[in-house]
């Protein structure tokens, strides 16, 4: 399984970004895909969650009302559509994706996800 980013860049506060992760070998048919972000000096931190097989969807209060998760199936993309983007948004924006664990994906800590990423920089001035 291979997951690959691209649309991070550098933008304006109140600007807005599209992530794209890219998969290849992932199956959809039941799991969680998310993304997460981690700034210097600071922990990985969870800002969307997918469940793969439904619409169900979870953010953190920091970025909820302002940040989509969404998936492609057929293209094999998941997408992180981030509106109204605050320089505390900053950081390094990482997907994962993993098969499913028996337990609701808002449950899912960084360890239950199988897959990742290498990152894609999002700098909000």
């Known amino acids: 399984v291979q997951l690959v980013e691209s649309g991070g860049g550098s933008i304006e506060a109140g600007g807005s970004l599209r992530l794209s992760c890219a998969s290849s070998?992932?199956?959809?048919?039941?799991?969680?895909v998310g993304w997460f972000r981690q700034a210097p000096g600071k922990e990985r931190e969870r800002v969307a969650v997918k469940y793969t097989s439904g619409p169900e969807t979870e953010y953190p209060d920091s970025v909820k009302g302002r940040f989509t998760i969404s998936q492609d199936e057929a293209k094999n993309r998941v997408f992180l559509q981030m509106n109204n983007l605050k320089p505390e948004d900053t950081g390094v924006y990482y997907c994962a994706a993993g098969f499913w664990k028996g337990r609701s994906c808002d449950r899912w800590n960084s360890r239950d996800f199988n897959y990742w990423g290498q990152g894609t920089q999002v700098t909000v001035s």
């Open positions: 070998g992932f199956s959809y048919s039941r799991g969680c």
